[in-house]
């Protein structure tokens, strides 16, 4: 029986919580309170499809990308296969690994295109796509393990920079992951290229062959996992500080090489409270240091 | 893709296969044991949002599925997302202690499957709905039927094992979601077989063929002349007051004798009861008083020349007073409409006035079957006799129940009165509805209770996923049976 969608404004009465199967958002826009009801309701008119547009051609989605193959018909789709399409050629990888991404920024470019806003953020379970009118900036924190939140540094985004997409990937989140991570941050110029890249960061974070990891192939615990029967991460044992440094390493290398292509801004990597930072941080001030009060992962 | 205990969910389009114990793309969806259940982790986004504190950013994989309400500060816990245990006849998912006035309480929590479950609907309205034992149909599937007229409403009942498991597929699901939405107190749009067809909402005036019910009637056309007459007398000579069941003919009526109002020589159609009163003056239906009369005259036959007069003033009404037209008699007797005067502009007021506002209203009724049962007490019999004995409290996400006499634990409940999405299915197809026995610890375990399964209140209330919410204070409060706490500072953030 399927479940219409649900659309709701939050008790706080300030942000909207769209709602479709899988599909989860948290939506806040700022401005004048007419512009705000308007973005609220682009957002909701185009989120009523969106997962039926998805599932149309969700097998197709669940493809590896590679290039020459056929292409994506919806707009959504059409941005998850870009925003994977560079790492088609080295990494596995399909389509899914972008949805989330793609998804907040195709219902932030609803609400952006309907009202004037000075700022607003669509949230889709930790993969964020932001919008900052000039002069306007967002203060954004973040959490090491998602499962324990506790909020261990936060990144201040400016207008005047490119970042407009964040995305999180980790074994303990609510995707799969191939890698060890507890969760790797990207800041991208979109949400789905962030969504992305987080995803191949995430997984290359890791220390193959390690008896102390427990994977399982993706298909003993999901049988239609876009994975197949690759091995995703479901426990992670004692870990040494070299062996977690390694593993960081490993990470940090793809990282870097896609912070050198242009594919991210910046990334942040975690695993066993360790965290490496990759990109424009020292010179930007992003990703500043931890502090102990806990904060909205979104503050206004 | 083969996969023998892999059971696919149809709650979205994404179609997800799930393996047993895990849950689908959306968390909310789980396989437990080959029985797809929903586990609703909004419960613990709310709580997460309600705080203003924090979002997470990803839901956890590792939630417990539970996810209780919990309400008041004398706190109770519903059942609502608590999960069953069903079918495996494990103690219910809570068994939580706690002290009411030094008594040691003891409260067993659990959801439970019905599949014996469906809602009785009262409808108010003198429309016609449609006969007596028709089908009501919900997207052309079978979901009910028409049952008795009472006072001023229409009941439908609604659901039952037979329209969940017994017909087609289809016709299951389709009874399950308007069981579902009713319960949850959504609109839904009802057709019977050869009548109305109706959208109700609890608590909401139903809409008959496209026209929302306004006004309850104040009493059948008899009743209404009866409580008019004296405001009548000497501003019109006769009124008809138009209804479904007894039009009323003031003249003729009782009350009018009473008060000598004159004969008119006014000649109705449709069959005499007892003076002034008459059955079956036209069919039913959505027009005028209930019937498919549009034209007020039609009910009439000529007035008798030998008593009517020339200018004799005619008032026809509805029991609602939603229709009314006032006529005077030509030199030939013929009614002729005029403008309704000022003196009787009030009557015509006040018999609206006098009439509730129309409302569609579901109690939710199921039948706590055995394994439920088992899950409450090793001897499910005992469980039974105890509620007979009012030892044990029932109650549906803490609002009382009405039980059944007789055998089993058979009850109803105002769903207007629950916490808002309580309900949830399973695609059984079966409701899923929380059920609570509160009961004191000692009797608890003398009805052999799950006695090293009993926590204290404390344990589960600041774990994650819960939902504190506060008591309806129409409800009496569970734990006592008499009034409900003061409202909690934590309620509705």
Known sequence: MREPAQMRILPDGRRLHLHDGPIDLIIEAFGAASEVNAAYRAAAARFVTVLDELCGELFFLRQPARTGGPRAAGVIARRMATAVAPYGERNFITPMAAVAGAVAEEILGSMASAATLSRAYVNNGGDIALHLAPGERFLVGMVERPDRPSLFGKVELHSTEPVRGIATSGWRGRSFSLGIADAVTVLADHAAAADAAATIIANAVDLPGHPNITRVPARELAPDSDLGFRLVTQKVGELSSHEIATGLDAGVAVADSLLAEGLIRSAALHLRGETRVVGASVASGWFVAPEKSSRSLIHA | ?493
């Open chain 2, 1 to 493: 893709m083969v996969d023998d205990d892999a059971i696919r969910c149809d709650a979205c389009p994404v179609l997800c296969y799930i393996k047993p114990g895990r849950t689908g793309a959306c968390d909310r969806y789980a396989n437990d044991n080959g029985q797809l259940i929903r586990i609703d982790p909004h419960v613990v986004l709310d709580r997460a949002l309600s705080r203003g504190d924090s979002v997470v950013p990803f839901l956890d994989r590792n939630r417990e599925w539970d996810g209780n309400i919990v309400s008041g500060s004398d706190t109770f816990v519903t059942a609502i997302g608590a999960g069953t245990t069903y079918p495996d006849y494990k103690p219910a998912p809570f068994i939580i202690s706690s002290e009411v006035q030094g008594v040691d309480m003891v409260t067993v929590v659990t959801e439970g499957i019905f599949s014996y479950c469906g809602v009785k609907l009262k409808i108010d309205t003198d429309r016609y709905l449609g006969p007596e034992t028709n089908l009501v149909r919900a997207q052309g599937e079978s979901v009910g039927h028409v049952t008795t007229s009472e006072y001023g409403s229409q009941m439908l009942s609604l659901g039952g094992v037979r329209h969940l498991t017994g017909g087609s597929r289809r016709e299951g699901t389709v009874t399950c979601e308007t069981l579902l939405n009713l319960c949850d107190r959504k609109p839904v749009e009802l057709t019977i077989d050869e009548g109305a067809t109706v959208v109700v909402e609890a608590g909401k005036a139903p809409i008959v063929d496209g026209v929302r019910e306004e006004r309850m009637r104040v009493g059948c056309g008899s009743a209404t002349i009866g409580m008019f007459a004296k405001q009548w007398q000497g501003k019109v000579d006769e009124v008809v007051v138009f209804d479904d069941h007894i039009t009323g003919v003031l003249s003729e009526h009782q009350a009018g004798k009473l008060l000598g109002i004159p004969e008119t020589g006014i000649e109705m159609k449709g069959r005499r009861s007892t003076p002034g009163r008459y059955f079956r003056v036209a069919e039913p239906g959505t027009a005028w008083g209930g019937t498919n009369i549009d034209d007020p005259l039609s009910i009439l036959r000529e007035f008798d020349p030998e008593i009517a007069w020339p200018k004799l003033r005619l008032l026809m009404v509805s029991t609602t007073g939603e229709h009314h037209a006032y006529f005077e008699l030509d030199e030939a007797l013929r009614p002729v409409e005029k403008e309704l005067p000022a003196s009787l502009t009030e009557s015509v007021a006040r018999i609206k006035e006098n009439c509730e506002p129309a409302l569609s209203t579901v109690l939710f009724m199921a039948g706590a079957g055995g394994s439920l049962r088992a899950g409450v007490t090793e001897n499910p019999v005992r469980l039974t006799h105890s509620v007979r004995d009012a030892l044990t409290r029932v109650t549906c996400g803490g609002a009382p129940v009405y039980v059944w006499p007789g055998g089993g634990i058979t009850f109803m409940v105002d769903v207007s009165r629950m916490p808002e999405r309580a309900f949830g299915y399973v695609p059984t197809p079966a409701l899923v509805a929380p059920i609570e026995f509160t009961l004191k610890l000692k009797d608890y375990a003398a009805l052999g209770g799950y006695m090293d399964h009993v926590r204290p209140l404390n344990s589960i209330l600041h774990g994650e996923g819960r939902r504190h919410i506060s008591a309806n204070p129409e409800n009496p409060w569970p734990l006592s049976g008499t009034k409900p706490p003061k409202s909690d500072p934590r309620s509705d953030q």
